[in-house]
Structures are given as structure tokens and as C-alpha cells.
């Protein structure tokens, strides 16, 4: 065993731990926050298995579209939506975390027999290392250009399709309150200051 | 006795680790009662296929990493829901004024 294969294994120990032990959290801790941090970490670990895999591009891509759009976008999610709320209590809830746990784990057990019986064809032909990035473009705009130029269209709507739902209706708060409207009441469209200001029940 | 170590990682290490992930995220996706944890295990889940994905483009397809373009579609496709979904939630919450899956019941029989 040289010393090379021997930090890669102690790194993919650590980042292994670090990975299912962040995606429990994850899952399983009362504080949404925290989860929200956690999931960085989750997804910085799955960038260092990247690196480990010979992937320096989808790592640099992983680190910069997770950790720097999804995770950011939903803590801004999580800011905006976070009200200290009393979940009502739904009868049978802890039978369905049993039995959904239950689940989960015969499906794990299932693809864990899937991984260790399949007689994969290894080992393979040598990893390019390096060159990973320039084959990754030459695909891009050779064989795969077609879902390539798709994703750009899937961006472009996804975009729009954001705008158009997470946008507050502006107009119908301006006739109701009568006030200019401008940025500070925008945000404070839906707020109880100005909803007892209306003659009505603002309709939803 | 002598404890011996694999002298690299094998893929299935990198398999049952991409399914263990799978699995927490499916099992966080059918018990959470708030919508943004339901959506952060949807990305659990997408990291998982994702290292399947770049597992086997390293070990079996070396030469034409074809896992490591596609696992560039999935993350682009994960954005895209990421940005749709949250926004979805939003007007969600400014109609409803909660976030909890219990009640989000508006298409239930």
C-alpha cells in the first residue's frame, strides 16, 4: 500500500462520516436552520468525493451551483418563511415513521445486495485524470449539444416560472391601502399593519 | 493478526454510500412536516444519484466520462427545481400561512 492510496482512504473515511452524519441531520434535527447549514456541509463532502474521483470540474461546479445557489437559496427560503408555528398532531405519525423507516431500510438493503452481487466489469478502461474537463466539452458540444442547449431553455423558464409565482400582487395591495407603492410596502404588503387598514378581507 | 486494508477504494464503498444517502433522503422526504426540509431531501436524493453517477463514470467508463456530463445535467436540473420549488413555496405560504405538509391538503379527496 503506497502512502497515495493510503490519504485517499482516510479521506473518503472522512468524508463519508461527514456525509451521513450531515444528511441525518439533515433529516432528523428540530431546527431547520440547522439543517440548512448542515446540508452545505453535505454537499461540500460530496464535492470532496468528486476530487477523490478524478473530477475537479463537477466538483468546482457542485461547490458553486449547491453550496453557492441551492443552499443560499434556501436559507433565504427559510428566512422568509420561519414562524415559530405549533404543528398540530397528526394521529399514527410515529407508526408511519416506523414503518416508512422500515421501508427505506429494505430498499437499502436491496441496493446494497444490488452493489455487492452484479459482477461489474472492473477494472475499467484507465480514468483520464486531468483531461476530464476537455472531454467533458468536447461532449458537450458534440454528442450531448442537444440537451445541452435544452438545459439553457429549462434554466431560462425555471427563471421565469419563479418570477412569475414568488412575485407579490403589488396592484391589488396599492387600491386597497391607497398608499404610493414602493419598496419598504411591498414588503410589508402582507403584514397585519395593513391588513386592518383594509375594509375587508383581503381576497386571497 | 493483520487487519487488511483495500489497497484502493473499491466502487462498491462508493455505491452503498450514494444508497445510504438515497435512503435518508427518501425517508426525510415522506416524514417531514416542513416543506423546505422536503425540499432539501430532494437534494439529498440528487447528491446520491450524483455520486453513483461519477462512481461509475471513474471505475467503468474511464476513457468517455459520460457520468460526469450527465451528472452536470442532473445538478443544472437540480437548480432549476430548487428555484421553481422554493418560489412554489412562497406563494404557498402567503396563501396557506404555514409550511406545514399536513396541511397542504387543497387536492386531497
Known amino acids: 500500500m503506497t502512502i497515495a492510496s493510503f490519504t485517499q482512504l482516510i479521506c473518503f473515511s472522512i468524508l463519508s462520516i461527514t456525509l451521513v452524519l450531515g444528511a441525518l441531520g439533515v433529516v432528523l434535527l428540530p431546527n431547520i436552520v440547522y439543517s440548512a447549514f448542515l446540508l452545505g456541509g453535505v454537499f461540500l463532502s460530496v464535492a470532496g468525493l468528486y476530487l477523490l474521483l478524478n473530477a475537479s470540474f463537477v466538483a468546482a461546479a457542485q461547490v458553486l451551483v449547491y453550496v453557492g445557489a441551492v443552499n443560499v437559496l434556501i436559507l433565504f427560503a427559510i428566512m422568509l418563511v420561519n414562524k415559530k408555528e405549533n404543528l398540530a398532531a397528526v394521529p399514527g405519525l ?12 429494505g430498499l437499502l438493503a436491496l441496493l446494497i445486495r444490488v452493489a455487492f452481487t452484479t459482477p461489474w466489469a472492473l477494472p ?10 476537455i472531454r467533458i466539452g468536447e461532449h458537450l458540444f458534440s454528442d450531448y449539444l442537444l440537451p445541452f442547449e435544452l438545459a439553457s431553455v429549462l434554466l431560462l423558464m425555471a427563471m421565469i ?8 400582487d403589488v396592484f391589488s395591495s396599492d387600491i386597497v391601502t391607497g398608499a404610493p407603492v414602493d419598496q419598504g410596502l411591498i ?4 403584514t397585519p399593519l395593513l391588513i386592518q387598514n383594509t375594509v375587508q378581507e383581503p381576497v386571497r | 493478526m493483520t487487519i487488511n486494508l ?10 452503498v ?9 427518501v425517508w426525510g422526504l415522506i416524514n417531514s412536516r416542513n416543506a423546505v426540509r422536503v425540499l432539501m431531501s430532494i437534494e439529498l436524493m440528487l447528491n446520491g444519484v450524483n455520486i453513483n453517477l461519477m462512481a461509475f463514470s471513474d471505475y467503468l467508463d474511464g476513457q468517455l466520462i ?5 451528472t452536470i445535467f442532473v445538478i443544472t436540473v437540480a437548480a432549476a427545481e430548487a428555484a421553481v420549488g422554493l418560489a412554489i413555496l412562497l406563494s404557498l405560504y402567503r396563501n396557506r400561512e404555514t409550511v406545514d405538509m399536513e396541511r397542504f391538503n387543497l387536492l386531497r379527496w
Not at chain 1, 124 to 133: I, K, L, M, N, R
Not at chain 1, 161 to 168: E, K, P, S, W, Y
Open chain 1, 94 to 105: 410515529p407508526l408511519r415513521r416506523v414503518l416508512s423507516g422500515l421501508v427505506c431500510g
Open chain 1, 124 to 133: 475499467g478502461p484507465s480514468p483520464v485524470g486531468e483531461e476530464a474537463t
Open chain 1, 161 to 168: 416560472g419563479a418570477i412569475v409565482l414568488a412575485r407579490r
Open chain 1, 187 to 190: 414588503e410589508k404588503a402582507r
Open chain 2, 6 to 15: 483495500p489497497t484502493s477504494i473499491p466502487l462498491q464503498a462508493y455505491l
Open chain 2, 17 to 25: 454510500l450514494a444508497a445510504l444517502l438515497f435512503c435518508i433522503g
Open chain 2, 66 to 70: 459520460r457520468g460526469q456530463v450527465f
